[in-house]
């Protein structure tokens, strides 16, 4: 902790009161001061933070965003230099915060402590902007989340909460500027006072924000799908392309349905003149669907998704809603938060006079990721690659998300695949970093780590998701080698672990879970009980019997990856105890949960699934020419619960664990075909299920590209050998420069069967074709050419 910290005020408006039933709100703070440029410095860093959210802007320029998403034992600050944004005399520092109620329900990745407050320090050459009693506040009344009483219950629960409706206030314009009379406005209090002679701190241990900010880029909408009303489309294309101002009458409704080329999250900014009295409703929507019939309902309904850019459907979606009050010269609208969306409808009627929009722009936002991997695979293949990217892209913001439309949740599941991908695209890992971090950070007192967090409510646990966190670990030590990471959370491996073992039943076998736990392993419409979610995706047989086969097997897998993790760092008495662990469990899967070539769901219980059959293979209880057998009757058996997107990349590794690769890419890459032919820009989350269009473990086919297509993996723990097996059959040429620690390797082959491998740094390689392995020094920048079984340079 750095020393200002121990100084920092955080300070908050007086007559807020936290017993207030709305679900956010939201605070304006300001101060103004006098400012000569000295010659001496080069910069004036300012740290912020606030609890919830909030918006930094230093002479009306947008300066900072955030705090980024964690929890109070290490509540996040940013530090700016804001010496760009000054000029000589005048300025003003301001910030709009964003509270979300600690009592009510609200956005379910934000969390909040139970006091309120805003932090600012900096001082430069005697001048303080830090956050005390001189600064200046107020209640954005104007500004309101859409209560949780009008959520559109169709799209399901309402897990962001972040919806507005704003009034446009003649009183707040240029609230954030220079000159702005706030007279009107109170001085700041401080929400926490230290006891004298108790040792109480206040709710948030700061600690500096670990990744970096996150872009905010520039862009126009594509273009117009359709309208309504008196205003042309190309009127509207105009408008949307080139800024071409648009004049809705007084007393009109009109609508236009606007697109952007891909899905994308980003800050809509809607500028606008005149048009006192109207209202405008901005819609925002993944795609086209079924018509329901309804707009709105207080519960789900069944949805239908096909061809997602089918305009003759409709959009369904979150809704903002600007109230236009006052009808000044020049007015905006932007979200707080940003918006993820494919298409945008606009809804305008207007009042007493006409409206003028100005324009209608975004700026598309999520973590910068350098990708350094690149592939060219021709055709179909490169069109999966880049719309694997573009989900990738869309769930990775300051967290990773299970999905930037609906919830915007890091769940272990999720995150242990997101993560992984992250490894084969490029060298920052500092997002995984901060998600182990995360992760290790919620374990509780029996064992388990939260199945989602960071989180703004104790939520739901699933016990079976802590075992991912085992696969993150595991992982980062495959690509990096990082000792220290490996230790750091060996004690959260160790505590997961021993709460499975603490579970297993007279059977030898995983059995109930507490009561108040979901105990979720995929959303299988065989598993599915109407009404009642929280009995839904899991085998039936769990209920009946009291353990279901996936649990043991998943627990299996976890426990190889622990004891090879343990290994690494030395810990070999852990290992082999972990290894013992994992052989008596096999016994017990074999001898209750395996009868006529198949693995049961639970204990004698005549349940099937491809899940089951999957982690049989993956978890070694069964091996060789059974476990191949068992794979091509597990692929062609159709009456099995079969996997979803989010288990496929399980099912792909069982499939390369026997030898079938090759011959089963084609039939299990066909859901990503029958995406593209459905006009997703990003993949779905579910097959049968149309919910989110977005969805970061869905994304698979960049680990099937990189490590089955082109074979790159490593052989050894951090690249310090690389294996090279491409699946050539595959692709009749292709090309691919991948990243590793040790540096980037390229691949590429042609049609005459020939291999070509070039690395940046001298390293050692295997390469396998058609099964036969060789192994060769490269050296740096030198390209070595292998044939089928033949080696030339």
């Given at each position: ?49 606030a609890d919830s959210r909030y918006r930094l802007y230093v002479n ?345 439309f609906y919830e915007q949740n890091q769940f272990v599941s999720d ?379």
């Amino acid at each position: 902790m750095s020393s200002w910290t121990k100084s920092a005020k955080w300070i908050w408006t007086p007559k807020y009161r936290e017993e207030d039933s709305r679900t956010g709100r939201y605070l304006l703070f300001r101060k103004s001061f006098q400012w000569v440029i000295p010659t001496t410095i080069s910069e004036f860093p300012v740290h912020v933070s606030a609890d919830s959210r909030y918006r930094l802007y230093v002479n009306g320029q947008r300066a900072s965003f955030g705090p980024c998403k964690s929890y109070a034992e290490k509540w996040h600050y940013e530090t700016v230099d804001i010496l760009p944004y000054l000029k000589e005399g005048e300025n003003v520092i301001s910030a709009r915060v964003l509270r979300y109620s600690p009592v009510e329900p609200g956005s379910s990745s934000i969390i909040r402590t139970e006091l309120p407050g805003l932090m600012i320090h900096g001082e430069v050459e005697g001048l303080s902007v830090s956050t005390d009693e001189t600064w200046r506040c107020v209640e954005e009344t104007s500004r309101q989340i859409i209560p949780y009483s009008e959520w559109n219950f169709i799209l399901g629960p309402p897990f962001l909460s972040n919806h507005e409706r704003l009034a446009e206030a003649q009183e707040l314009t240029e609230w954030e500027l220079p000159g702005y009379d706030d007279s009107r406005w109170e001085n700041a209090i401080f929400p926490f006072h230290p006891a004298k002679m108790l040792p109480m701190t206040s709710p948030w241990k700061l600690a500096p924000r670990p990744i970096p900010a996150l872009p905010e880029t520039f862009r126009r909408f594509d273009g117009v799908v359709k309208c309504e009303g008196s205003i042309a489309q190309d009127q509207w294309t105009g408008f949307v392309k080139e800024n071409g101002p648009v004049v809705i009458p007084a007393g009109e409704t009109v609508t236009v349905d606007i697109e952007v080329s891909s899905l994308t999250t980003g800050f809509i900014t809607l500028q606008c003149s005149g048009g006192k009295g109207s209202e405008v409703t901005l819609h925002y929507a993944e795609c086209y669907e079924k018509d329901l019939g309804v707009e709105t309902a207080p519960f789900p309904k069944p949805r239908s998704k096909s061809n997602r850019a089918d305009s003759s459907g409709r959009l369904y979606g979150i809704k903002d809603i600007y109230v236009v009050a006052d009808g000044q010269p020049e007015h905006t609208f932007e979200p707080f938060w940003f918006r993820t969306f494919r298409y945008v409808q606009l809804k305008i009627t207007t009042g007493e006079q006409p409206l003028t929009l100005r324009s209608f722009t975004l700026r598309e936002t999520y973590y910068p990721l350098e990708i350094k991997t690149e592939v060219q695979a021709g055709g179909e293949m490169d069109e999966i690659w880049n719309i694997s990217l573009r989900t990738l892209q869309n769930c990775r913001h300051e967290t990773y998300e299970d999905c930037p439309f609906y919830e915007q949740n890091q769940f272990v599941s999720d995150s242990r695949l997101q993560m992984l991908f992250t490894y084969q695209l490029s060298s920052d890992d500092r997002l995984p970093r901060k998600t182990l971090q995360e992760f290790h950070a919620s374990q509780g007192p029996d064992g388990l780590i939260k199945a989602q967090f960071p989180a703004g409510f104790r939520s739901t646990q699933i016990p079976q998701f802590s075992l991912y966190f085992v696969a993150m670990v595991y992982d980062h030590m495959h690509y990096f080698a990082d000792t220290s990471v490996v230790r750091r959370y060996l004690s959260t491996i160790d505590g997961i672990l021993n709460h499975f073992d603490e579970r297993l039943n007279e059977l030898g076998l995983v059995g109930r879970f507490d009561h108040d736990t979901w105990p979720f392993i995929d959303w299988v419409p065989e598993w599915s009980v109407p009404g009642k979610i929280f009995e839904s995706c899991m085998p039936r047989a769990y209920t009946t019997t009291g353990a279901a086969t996936f649990n043991s097997l998943l627990y299996i897998v976890a426990l190889m990856q622990a004891a090879e993790v343990c290994t690494f760092v030395g810990r070999k008495d852990t290992a082999r105890e972990y290894t013992a662990r994992a052989d008596a469990l096999r016994t017990a899967v074999n001898g209750h949960c395996y009868e006529d070539g198949l693995y049961l769901d639970g204990p004698s219980a005549k349940e099937y699934s491809q899940h089951s059959q999957v982690f049989a293979i993956l978890s070694e209880s069964i091996t060789g020419a059974a476990a191949q057998e068992l794979m091509a009757r597990t692929l062609e058996d159709t009456s099995l619960a079969k996997c979803s997107y989010s288990m496929k990349f399980y099912l792909f590794r069982a499939v390369e664990k026997v030898g079938l690769y090759a011959q089963s890419f084609s039939n299990l890459i066909g859901p990503w075909r029958s995406m593209i032919t459905d006009n997703l820009t990003t993949w779905a989350e579910f097959e049968q299920n149309a919910r989110s269009d977005c969805h970061g473990w869905s994304a698979s086919p960049v680990h099937e590209i990189v490590t089955q297509v082109f074979g790159i993996s490593p052989a050894l723990p951090g690249f310090k050998k690389i294996r090279i097996a491409p699946q050539m059959g595959l692709l009749e040429t292709a090309r691919g420069t991948f990243f590793t620690p040790v540096g980037d390797v390229s691949v590429s082959w042609t049609r005459d069967g020939n291999l070509e491998v070039k690395a940046t740094a001298d390293v050692e390689v295997e390469v396998v074709l058609d099964g036969v392995s060789s192994v060769q020094q490269l050296e740096k920048g030198k390209a070595i050419a292998f044939s089928r079984k033949t080696i030339r340079c």
